[in-house]
């Protein structure tokens, strides 16, 4: 941290798409955003991270496949075991999946194709460190833009996250109803986004990076950004 | 020497398998009507270098589980390998 102002980092990977409107949206809520490259076993001394969406690594294999073998993909492993924030969107999501440090894996939309609009998500924790501002049963408005965004897990898994109150985000209506009609993708349990038992990580597949400038859509982005931002600030990665 | 494998890797059974679903319900539309059961998966063809064979195949296990599949949602199975 510099004078008070969190220190984002935000990765790029080869195929990355959403670094540069996650540095901006870091910027626009009041953080200095640091560009971190894949290659480098650095994390720049930030507070928290960010992996943004994007193809890495073309989507070939699997989503998050090869990303999650990157250099500092070690670091952001360190980071999180010490309570850092970090936060995957989109293919940052699959990548935390891919990684193991999140639950559960994504794989093509029921629909088979590629949605992109916007979506209301349901807070199902304030325990999080992108909802901490945030309360239960809220509903915030993002968009989603994904062609492999269904969420599943193995049973076990899934209940684990059911048991552990992992889920973050579910998909819903603009008042919080949770059916298939408000879910883009057919995420089982309508999982939008999970977060790690102690909450330090999460993942989502809606961008908030898309969604913090009034000029440009919804600001359901904004909350999110301020819980990660208060989250760097308490520099639990330090 | 150098050996040749192939892996198919298949969602897990159980798991909802969007292109399988596809494929099957595009079938009747050509008149076969007496299909079920498909699944869409990733087949992989790959050459090892290797003293010999069983340590080529331990090694394929080895990327299989930690690359080729993901263990969440797939499973692999590595077909019988010819020296190549």
Sequence with gaps: M?????????????????????????????AEAVPLWHADHDLRGVDAVVLPGGFSYGDYLRCGAIARFAAVMDEVRAFAERGGPVL???????ILCESGLLHGALIRNRSLRFVCRDVF???????SVVTSELTAGETVEIPV???????VARQDELRQIDDEGLVVFRYSSADGVT?????????????????????????????PEHAVDPD??????????????????????? | MRFSFEVLVSLKPGLSDPQGKAVASALPALGWT????????KHIALEVEASDEAAA????????????????????????????
Excluded at chain 1, 88 to 94: A, H, K, L
Excluded at chain 1, 145 to 151: D, I, L, P, R, T
């Design chain 1, 216 to 238: 440009v859509g919804p600001t359901g982005g904004q909350p999110l950004f301020a819980s990660l931002l208060a989250a760097a600030m308490a520099g639990a990665g330090a």
């Design chain 1, 88 to 94: 995957g969107i989109c293919n940052g999501f699959q």
């Design chain 2, 34 to 41: 007496n299909v079920s059961g498909v699944r869409v998966g």
């Design chain 1, 121 to 127: 998500l349901r807070v199902e924790t304030s325990l």
């Design chain 1, 2 to 30: 510099t004078d008070g102002v969190p220190r984002i980092g935000v990765i790029t990977f080869p195929g990355s798409l959403d670094d540069r409107d996650a540095q901006r949206a870091a910027t626009f809520m009041g």
């Design chain 1, 145 to 151: 833009k994904h062609g492999e965004g269904q969420f």
């Design chain 1, 179 to 207: 059916d298939d009609t408000h879910d883009p993708n057919g995420s089982i349990e309508h999982i939008a986004g999970i977060r790690n038992a102690r909450g330090n990580v999460v993942g989502l597949m809606p961008h």
């Design chain 2, 57 to 84: 195949r331990a090694q394929v296990e080895e990327m299989a589980a930690r690359l080729l599949s993901n263990p969440v949602i797939e499973e692999y199975r590595i077909l019988e390998a010819e020296e190549a």
